[in-house]
């Protein structure tokens, strides 16, 4: 092993004493750099090289060292395009960089969700006319340390790219290049079905001695990886070989199999019947082995690959969707969630920039105890925003088109937090619950102009006593308050709304904006160490 870990020092120490200037991938043609702060720019050199950095009328130096090489620009207002030229014993110039706002975009399946599949797409992407408002995606991968390199590039949104961009990235870009009349890029990293600890850092799980399991996982992977590595190329071959045996003799005939069950569920569907379980291959088919670089479920991994390398690139903030993959265990995302935000904010070194996440969904499958440990991250964790989506789902898929919405309500979010806009941003979140022999009386902050029942009376109030067996409650809207009752609970102590895998609720500000189901059962586990 010791012999392995010397070749890989060698391999990575070598070819800088010989290479070229270059700029990491993230500063290329079209990128953007955000405004109004110090702007790293970074790459790889000859050692001690001198090299100079000049944009909009500025110039830096510095030296190479360890074959890399960091400068920092002085804070720069908005504008562009402008030429980036990096000079060393070559030069390189990279032409189409603007300077605005930059938000780094990351979550699993719903933050991937393209805007071509959006419910709106035929509408908005042939007028997605928006050249500056520009895309890095991030290439999905996992790693066992944190990697230097994100081998991406900028896309500017037009209508030949922009059914490419995440829906939810895209139409939150829009607004805010909309509000700010400035260039704004987003760097894109998500990957679907992915859970919050494969995002976190090793150093971030290891603060908390209850993820000790993961940080076990993780430290593992680094351990075994030299030998997974030498491995893993004959694994490979042996699969594919496998794979191909399994096509001739099952694949083909499954495949008829599920085209004929998905024919006939599409039959059921629209005639309204049961649908058919999913037929399962009459032989399994054969797994494919586990990379030397661990999966996207992994502690870490996601992390070290597809975060690490940005920073510190300069940003404005966070919008983040992401956490049914965590759902089964919602109270351990109480705290996991909460050191992910912390961790990156330490990794990132730029303070507590703005943390704007999305509630997820209703989905039959999703329980309500996950919302409510995204809920108690926005009480204790500072400057974060969440979006609430109980009027935007689909009870049938975890993936709901209606990205507008999301992408909308983060932007207003980034408008007050980021930008000091005195605006309401976000719908009613409970602050109080009082209980008398009758009723509960609940009252909210974000209530915005006001509190409002959106198409008929209020629904999903469920209310119990010192039995805590929740039964469904009256709800009446008082003033700035909410009256919550029922004939069978004489002594109510407890007051639940929208607490269902799919919530059916209507309880909004005259903003818009739907409230966030809660309980008033208080479970706080969490603590910044």
């Given at each position: 092993?010791?012999k392995?870990?010397?070749?890989?020092?060698?391999?990575?120490?070598?070819?800088?004493?010989?290479?070229?200037?270059?700029?990491?991938?993230?500063?290329?043609?079209?990128?953007?750099?955000?405004?109004?702060v110090?702007?790293?720019?970074?790459?790889t050199?000859?050692?001690?090289?001198?090299?100079?950095?000049?944009?909009?009328?500025e110039?830096?130096?510095?030296?190479?060292?360890?074959?890399?090489?960091?400068?920092?620009?002085?804070?720069?207002?908005?504008?562009?395009?402008?030429?980036?030229?990096?000079?060393?014993?070559?030069?390189?110039?990279?032409?189409?960089?603007?300077?605005?706002?930059?938000?780094?975009?990351?979550?699993q399946?719903?933050?991937?969700?393209?805007?071509?599949?959006?419910?709106?797409?035929?509408?908005?992407?042939?007028?997605?006319?928006?050249?500056?408002?520009?895309?890095?995606?991030?290439?999905?991968?996992?790693?066992?340390?944190?990697?230097?390199?994100?081998?991406?590039?900028?896309?500017?949104?037009?209508?030949?790219?922009?059914?490419?961009?995440?829906?939810?990235?895209?139409?939150?870009?829009?607004?805010?290049?909309?509000?700010?009349?400035?260039?704004?890029?987003?760097?894109?990293?998500?990957?679907?079905?992915?859970?919050?600890?494969?995002?976190?850092?090793?150093?971030g799980?290891?603060?908390?001695?209850?993820?000790?399991?993961?940080?076990?996982?993780?430290?593992?992977?680094?351990?075994?990886?030299?030998?997974?590595?030498?491995?893993?190329?004959?694994?490979?071959?042996?699969?594919?070989?496998?794979?191909?045996?399994?096509?001739?003799?099952?694949?083909?005939?499954?495949?008829?199999?599920?085209?004929?069950?998905?024919?006939?569920?599409?039959?059921?569907?629209?005639?309204?019947?049961?649908?058919?379980?999913?037929?399962?291959?009459?032989?399994?088919?054969?797994?494919?082995?586990?990379?030397?670089?661990?999966?996207?479920?992994?502690?870490?991994?996601?992390?070290?690959?597809?975060?690490a390398?940005?920073?510190?690139?300069?940003?404005?903030?966070?919008?983040?969707?992401?956490?049914?993959?965590?759902?089964?265990?919602?109270?351990?995302?109480r705290?996991?969630?909460?050191?992910?935000?912390?961790?990156?904010?330490?990794?990132?070194?730029?303070?507590?920039?703005?943390?704007?996440?999305?509630?997820?969904?209703?989905?039959?499958?999703?329980?309500?105890?996950?919302?409510?440990?995204?809920?108690?991250?926005?009480?204790?964790v500072?400057?974060?925003?969440?979006?609430?989506?109980?009027?935007?789902?689909?009870?049938?898929?975890?993936?709901?088109?209606?990205?507008?919405?999301?992408?909308?309500?983060?932007?207003?979010?980034?408008?007050?937090?980021?930008?000091?806009?005195?605006?309401?941003?976000?719908?009613?979140?409970?602050?109080?619950?009082?209980?008398?022999?009758?009723?509960?009386?609940?009252?909210?902050?974000?209530?915005?102009?006001?509190?409002?029942?959106?198409?008929?009376?209020?629904?999903?109030?469920?209310?119990?006593?010192a039995?805590?067996?929740?039964?469904?409650?009256?709800?009446?809207?008082?003033?700035?308050?909410?009256?919550?009752?029922?004939?069978?609970?004489?002594?109510?102590?407890?007051?639940?709304?929208?607490?269902?895998?799919?919530?059916?609720?209507?309880?909004?500000?005259?903003?818009?904006?739907?409230?966030?189901?809660?309980?008033?059962?208080?479970?706080?586990?969490?603590?910044?160490?």
């Open positions: 092993m010791n392995v870990r010397i070749v890989i020092f060698f391999y990575l120490l070598v070819p800088c004493s010989y290479c070229n200037v270059q700029l990491n991938p993230l500063f290329s043609s079209g990128a953007v750099l955000q405004q109004g110090d702007i790293p720019i970074w790459g050199a000859r050692e001690k090289e001198h090299i100079s950095i000049q944009l909009d009328g110039t830096v130096s510095c030296v190479a060292l360890n074959g890399k090489w960091m400068a920092r620009l002085k804070p720069h207002k908005a504008g562009g395009p402008f030429v980036l030229t990096v000079k060393g014993e070559n030069t390189v110039v990279v032409e189409n960089i603007c300077i605005g706002e930059v938000w780094f975009c990351s979550g399946s719903n933050m991937a969700f393209n805007l071509g599949a959006a419910a709106n797409a035929a509408e908005e992407v042939p007028t997605a006319h928006h050249p500056f408002l520009r895309m890095f995606t991030v290439p999905k991968k996992t790693a066992v340390q944190p990697m230097e390199n994100a081998d991406g590039k900028w896309v500017e949104c037009s209508p030949a790219t922009a059914a490419g961009f995440s829906a939810v990235a895209y139409y939150f870009g829009r607004d805010i290049h909309k509000s700010t009349g400035v260039p704004v890029g987003l760097i894109h990293s998500s990957w679907a079905g992915s859970p919050a600890q494969a995002w976190t850092s090793l150093s799980l290891k603060r908390d001695p209850a993820f000790g399991g993961y940080v076990a996982t993780a430290e593992n992977l680094m351990a075994t990886y030299p030998e997974a590595a030498a491995k893993y190329p004959q694994q490979l071959s042996d699969f594919e070989e496998k794979m191909r045996l399994w096509d001739e003799e099952t694949g083909a005939t499954y495949k008829k199999t599920i085209d004929a069950w998905n024919a006939e569920n599409e039959k059921n569907k629209a005639e309204g019947r049961v649908l058919l379980p999913k037929p399962v291959p009459a032989v399994p088919a054969p797994k494919r082995p586990v990379p030397p670089e661990g999966n996207s479920s992994d502690p870490t991994t996601l992390f070290n690959a597809m975060v390398p940005i920073m510190p690139y300069a940003i404005k903030g966070v919008i983040w969707y992401q956490g049914e993959s965590n759902s089964s265990k919602a109270l351990e995302y705290s996991l969630f909460p050191r992910l935000i912390s961790d990156w904010r330490q990794k990132w070194g730029q303070g507590e920039f703005p943390f704007l996440f999305v509630q997820i969904a209703p989905y039959r499958e999703q329980p309500p105890e996950i919302r409510d440990a995204q809920l108690a991250t926005l009480k204790k500072s400057n974060t925003a969440m979006v609430v989506t109980t009027d935007s789902g689909d009870p049938a898929n975890i993936h709901p088109p209606y990205k507008e919405p999301v992408g909308q309500r983060l932007a207003l979010a980034a408008r007050a937090l980021a930008y000091g806009e005195r605006i309401e941003f976000s719908g009613p979140l409970l602050k109080s619950a009082e209980f008398g022999s009758a009723q509960a009386i609940l009252r909210f902050d974000h209530i915005g102009s006001g509190l409002i029942s959106k198409n008929g009376d209020l629904k999903g109030f469920s209310i119990s006593g039995d805590k067996k929740f039964l469904p409650a009256r709800a009446i809207i008082i003033d700035d308050a909410v009256l919550v009752s029922s004939e069978e609970v004489k002594m109510p102590v407890a007051v639940r709304y929208g607490w269902a895998n799919a919530p059916d609720v209507n309880l909004f500000n005259k903003e818009g904006l739907p409230a966030s189901p809660f309980q008033t059962e208080v479970n706080d586990v969490f603590t910044d160490k």
